[in-house]
Every structure is written in structure tokens, then in C-alpha cells.
């Protein structure tokens, strides 16, 4: 051990989290329909698996992309060898082509001012070291992703302050949540750098309102910092009101060329929106040709391969395609995130109102035995375990309150989540009865002890009579 890093041997990575616990017990157990039907369903893994059937319809039309043809020409050699860091110019031309069409093209991007990374982990890792020194604080809103814990800290040393936010106006950024972690940040001698949020939220499945993203911007120019909009989930608003990029509000109160247009960056992926974890597809953009450059060297250690990047560039340059792909996409999400709305009402539980995203925040708290972050896990323990649903719980996501799960509905099919419905179903009903059971019960156990505790006192005054009676006889 005296011959490893400190980092190699460091338990700050995050992954005791029971947001990854959760994984563990899926992939010890998982469900499938025929050759495990009793194993532990996946409902903790943001993925969106409803339109992969567009994906390969479009691959089957256009074999060159995928085979590695230009025009029926070979270019294997051309996509095999070097390529440097700056990525394919059609590439980026076609990703910020495609994040404009996601944002009603009411904003723009320069192709010059975007860095490829290998996914958004890499992403936000990366525009972490570009903006913070070791122990520099970022404001987060909470409830957040888990792995933000270990992306933005674990290597860079960065430190977390949460902005927390309460289901009283759902769960909504107000101006005395950010000035209370600015002072406790300060309380704890920590820089603030700046602010990262997620809109669409992860874990809300909420798109933040204009009011929300002036508070934002108003604040980080008082203070002079920085602010991260990570806005992978941007093409999965499926229902109104409609996503507002942060580029946009900055567009509309006329802030380019000033220094806050220069403090606001982006964080997106393809690993939401069009379902290609697995890619490994991010990006940063920045208006600060500093950060792009800095951000540039450092995307070195996380390149998006020559294939990906063609057979990519292909498919977002085909306008159509895109189009129909965007509009029948948010259709699905719509469809399915209904369907897990309507299972969860039937086994009386209900969760936040969201229009975008892969998941639902689920309102368990009246599932809790006490409303505390023991009786959360041990309530989570019965679901992972018992039930065999992995659900992520609000504390994994630093939620102030306890009873709130992140229950995704896009990585299965139609089948499974009904299956996940019914087993939850018939839980709350067993948990339902048992109490239902319990009043009577413990209705008579008090009216037993009653009637011992009149057996005990004419017990004791048939003894004190006894004794009495004893005395006088001596």
C-alpha cells in the first residue's frame, strides 16, 4: 500500500453511495423475462431505450456511415489512423447544428467554440479543472445527480456546497437558498467559484423556469463566478412549459461580449438525448477562447473515436432524419413517463409534475415509518431487496428531505415496468394491511395490559391485606 497514490487508496470516489449500491444488486440479480423472471428490475439507469428502432431503421438506410464509406469509397485507413484533438470539423458542425434544432433554433452555436470529450463524465470533469483549484466550491442545487460527487470532486479536488431546495414550491432555486450555501461555503473557508445546475433537472425530470435562470445569472455576475448549465437531458422535454437553454436567457438581455457571457459554459452528450451511452459522445461550449483552448489539451485524455465521430456526423447532418427523430422521441418519453405516472397513482403514490427527462421524483415519504434518512434507507433496503426494484433514494441525490426516490422508465420495456408496477403494487398493499392489522392489535394489547395492571393492584391489595392481617395476629 506504501508504494500506491493517495488517490489510488482514497475512498472519496463515491462509489459506497447506495445510488451505486443499487447497481451492485442488480447486477448481481438481474431481471429477465425468461431465464431469470424473479430477479431485480433496473429502474436506477437513466437510459433511453424507446427509440432505438429510428436509430437502426436509419443505419439500415445508409450503410456507408456505418461501414466506413464516403460516397462508396473506403476511408477505413483515413478513420484509423491519427486524428488530433480538435475532432472532425463536419462533426461539430452537425452536433451544434443538432443542439440548436433541440432549442428551437433560438439560439445558435459555434462550431469553434465546442471540445469533444468522451462523454459528459469527462465533460464536467474537465471544465472543473479548467475553473477550480483544489478546495474551490461549486454551488450545486439539490437534489443533484450522484456521480456529480465523484465527477467534479474525485480528481480534481474541487469541493461541493448544496444549494438546498424543498418540495414546498417544488424543489424550485430561490435567491435565500444560493446566499445561505454562499455563506456556508464561506463558513467552511471555501472559494466559490461558481454554480452548476442541470436543466433539465437530474434528478427532478424539470426544465428550471426563466425566473430561476435570471436569479442565476444575477448572482453569479454580483459575485463575479462562474456558471455550468449541464443541459444533456435538453432534447427529452416532452411536455410543457418548454425548455429555456441558459444561452438563450444570456442572448435575450443582449449580455454577449461582456464578462458573464464569458463565465457561462455548457455541458452536452448524446448519451440522453439520442440514447448513446455507450458512444461515449460529450461536449463542452464555452464563449471563453481560454477555457476552450485549456479545455481542448485536456480532452486529450478522453477522445471521441474517428468512427464515432463519422458515422455521427452522417447521421445529425441529415436534416430530416434529425427532425423526425427529435419529434417522435419526446412522443415516446411522454407516452411511457404516463404510464409509470398511472402505476405509481394506482399503488397510491405520487410524484413531482415533470415534462422532461428518463425518470420520475417519487414521493414515498408516507411510506416511511419516521420521517428520517434511517428509515429512507431501511425503506430502501425492502424495495432493492424484497421487491427486487433498484430505485435511486433522495438522500443518494443530497435531498433535505427523506421519502423521495428516483424511479427511472426509459432503459426497459413496456412489459417490465408493468411488472415493476405490479411488485410495488402488491408492497405498499402488504405495508398497507400490516399497519391496517396493527391498530387492532395494539388496541388489544392495551386493553390486555389493562387488565393486568387491575390483576396486579388487587393482587398487591390482596398481599397488603394478608400482611395486615399477619401484623395483627403477631
Given at each position: 500500500?506504501?508504494?500506491?497514490?493517495?488517490?489510488?487508496?482514497?475512498?472519496?470516489?463515491?462509489?459506497?453511495?447506495?445510488?451505486?449500491?443499487?447497481?451492485?444488486?442488480?447486477?448481481?440479480?438481474?431481471?429477465?423475462?425468461?431465464?431469470?423472471?424473479?430477479?431485480?428490475?433496473?429502474?436506477?439507469?437513466?437510459?433511453?431505450?424507446?427509440?432505438?428502432?429510428?436509430?437502426?431503421?436509419?443505419?439500415?438506410?445508409?450503410?456507408?456511415?456505418?461501414?466506413?464509406?464516403?460516397?462508396?469509397?473506403?476511408?477505413?485507413?483515413?478513420?484509423?489512423?491519427?486524428?488530433?484533438?480538435?475532432?472532425?470539423?463536419?462533426?461539430?458542425?452537425?452536433?451544434?447544428?443538432?443542439?440548436?434544432?433541440?432549442?428551437?433554433?433560438?439560439?445558435?452555436?459555434d462550431p469553434n467554440h465546442i471540445v469533444l470529450t468522451a462523454g459528459a463524465t469527462s465533460a464536467n470533469e474537465t471544465i472543473m479543472f479548467c475553473l477550480a483549484e483544489q478546495r474551490d466550491a461549486f454551488l450545486l442545487p439539490t437534489p443533484y445527480y450522484p456521480g456529480f460527487d465523484r465527477d467534479?470532486?474525485?480528481?480534481?479536488?474541487?469541493?461541493?456546497?448544496?444549494?438546498?431546495?424543498?418540495?414546498?414550491?417544488?424543489?424550485?432555486?430561490?435567491?435565500?437558498?444560493?446566499?445561505?450555501?454562499?455563506?456556508?461555503?464561506?463558513?467552511?473557508?471555501?472559494?466559490?467559484?461558481?454554480?452548476?445546475?442541470?436543466?433539465?433537472?437530474?434528478?427532478?425530470?424539470?426544465?428550471?423556469?426563466?425566473?430561476?435562470?435570471?436569479?442565476?445569472?444575477?448572482?453569479?455576475?454580483?459575485?463575479?463566478?462562474?456558471?455550468?448549465?449541464?443541459?444533456?437531458?435538453?432534447?427529452?422535454?416532452?411536455?410543457?412549459?418548454?425548455?429555456?437553454?441558459?444561452?438563450?436567457?444570456?442572448?435575450?438581455?443582449?449580455?454577449?461580449?461582456?464578462?458573464?457571457?464569458?463565465?457561462?459554459?455548457?455541458?452536452?452528450?448524446?448519451?440522453?438525448?439520442?440514447?448513446?451511452?455507450?458512444?461515449?459522445?460529450?461536449?463542452?461550449?464555452?464563449?471563453?477562447?481560454?477555457?476552450?483552448?485549456?479545455?481542448?489539451?485536456?480532452?486529450?485524455?478522453?477522445?471521441?473515436?474517428?468512427?464515432?465521430?463519422?458515422?455521427?456526423?452522417?447521421?445529425?447532418?441529415?436534416?430530416?432524419?434529425?427532425?423526425?427523430?427529435?419529434?417522435?422521441?419526446?412522443?415516446?418519453?411522454?407516452?411511457?413517463?404516463?404510464?409509470?405516472?398511472?402505476?405509481?397513482?394506482?399503488?397510491?403514490?405520487?410524484?413531482?409534475?415533470?415534462?422532461?427527462?428518463?425518470?420520475?421524483?417519487?414521493?414515498?415519504?408516507?411510506?416511511?415509518?419516521?420521517?428520517?434518512?434511517?428509515?429512507?434507507?431501511?425503506?430502501?433496503?425492502?424495495?432493492?431487496?424484497?421487491?427486487?426494484?433498484?430505485?435511486?433514494?433522495?438522500?443518494?441525490?443530497?435531498?433535505?428531505?427523506?421519502?423521495?426516490?428516483?424511479?427511472?422508465?426509459?432503459?426497459?420495456?413496456?412489459?417490465?415496468?408493468?411488472?415493476?408496477?405490479?411488485?410495488?403494487?402488491?408492497?405498499?398493499?402488504?405495508?398497507?394491511?400490516?399497519?391496517?392489522?396493527?391498530?387492532?392489535?395494539?388496541?388489544?394489547?392495551?386493553?390486555?395490559?389493562?387488565?393486568?395492571?387491575?390483576?396486579?393492584?388487587?393482587?398487591?391489595?390482596?398481599?397488603?391485606?394478608?400482611?395486615?392481617?399477619?401484623?395483627?395476629?403477631?
Amino acid at each position: 500500500m506504501g508504494l500506491l497514490s493517495r488517490k489510488a487508496t482514497c475512498n472519496s470516489h463515491g462509489q459506497d453511495s447506495s445510488y451505486f449500491l443499487g447497481w451492485q444488486e442488480y447486477e448481481k440479480n438481474p431481471y429477465h423475462q425468461l431465464h431469470n423472471p424473479k430477479g431485480v428490475i433496473q429502474m436506477g439507469l437513466a437510459e433511453n431505450q424507446l427509440s432505438f428502432d429510428l436509430l437502426e431503421s436509419w443505419l439500415a438506410k445508409n450503410p456507408d456511415a456505418v461501414g466506413c464509406k464516403r460516397d462508396g469509397q473506403f476511408i477505413f485507413r483515413e478513420l484509423a489512423l491519427f486524428q488530433d484533438y480538435h475532432g472532425f470539423p463536419a462533426f461539430k458542425k452537425a452536433l451544434v447544428d443538432f443542439m440548436a434544432e433541440i432549442r428551437g433554433n433560438k439560439v445558435t452555436f459555434d462550431p469553434n467554440h465546442i471540445v469533444l470529450t468522451a462523454g459528459a463524465t469527462s465533460a464536467n470533469e474537465t471544465i472543473m479543472f479548467c475553473l477550480a483549484e483544489q478546495r474551490d466550491a461549486f454551488l450545486l442545487p439539490t437534489p443533484y445527480y450522484p456521480g456529480f460527487d465523484r465527477d467534479l470532486k474525485w480528481r480534481t479536488g474541487a469541493e461541493i456546497v448544496p444549494i438546498h431546495c424543498t418540495s414546498s414550491n417544488g424543489f424550485q432555486i430561490t435567491a435565500s437558498a444560493i446566499e445561505e450555501a454562499y455563506r456556508q461555503a464561506q463558513k467552511q473557508k471555501l472559494r466559490v467559484n461558481g454554480i452548476l445546475i442541470t436543466n433539465p433537472s437530474n434528478p427532478l425530470g424539470t426544465t428550471m423556469t426563466r425566473a430561476e435562470l435570471d436569479l442565476l445569472i444575477n448572482f453569479i455576475a454580483d459575485k463575479e463566478i462562474h456558471l455550468i448549465s449541464d443541459e444533456i437531458y435538453s432534447g427529452t422535454v416532452f411536455s410543457s412549459p418548454g425548455f429555456v437553454s441558459i444561452m438563450e436567457v444570456l442572448k435575450d438581455r443582449n449580455l454577449e461580449k461582456t464578462k458573464v457571457w464569458d463565465r457561462v459554459h455548457v455541458v452536452y452528450s448524446l448519451s440522453k438525448d439520442l440514447g448513446l451511452p455507450g458512444f461515449r459522445v460529450g461536449a463542452i461550449y464555452s464563449n471563453d477562447p481560454t477555457v476552450v483552448a485549456a479545455a481542448t489539451k485536456m480532452s486529450s485524455f478522453g477522445l471521441v473515436s474517428s468512427q464515432t465521430q463519422y458515422l455521427l456526423s452522417v447521421m445529425l447532418s441529415d436534416n430530416k432524419f434529425r427532425n423526425y427523430y427529435i419529434a417522435k422521441n419526446k412522443k415516446r418519453l411522454q407516452k411511457r413517463q404516463r404510464k409509470l405516472v398511472s402505476g405509481l397513482e394506482k399503488a397510491g403514490i405520487s410524484c413531482l409534475e415533470s415534462n422532461a427527462g428518463l425518470f420520475c421524483w417519487v414521493d414515498m415519504r408516507h411510506l416511511l415509518i419516521s420521517n428520517t434518512f434511517k428509515a429512507e434507507m431501511e425503506l430502501w433496503e425492502r424495495i432493492v431487496y424484497d421487491v427486487k426494484l433498484n430505485i435511486s433514494p433522495g438522500s443518494s441525490c443530497h435531498c433535505s428531505e427523506p421519502g423521495w426516490f428516483r424511479v427511472c422508465f426509459a432503459n426497459m420495456s413496456e412489459d417490465t415496468l408493468k411488472l415493476a408496477m405490479q411488485r410495488l403494487k402488491s408492497f405498499v398493499n402488504s405495508i398497507t394491511s400490516s399497519n391496517n392489522k396493527s391498530q387492532p392489535e395494539l388496541k388489544n394489547l392495551r386493553k390486555e395490559s389493562h387488565r393486568i395492571e387491575k390483576w396486579i393492584t388487587r393482587l398487591s391489595h390482596s398481599f397488603q391485606s394478608f400482611h395486615d392481617w399477619e401484623q395483627d395476629k403477631r
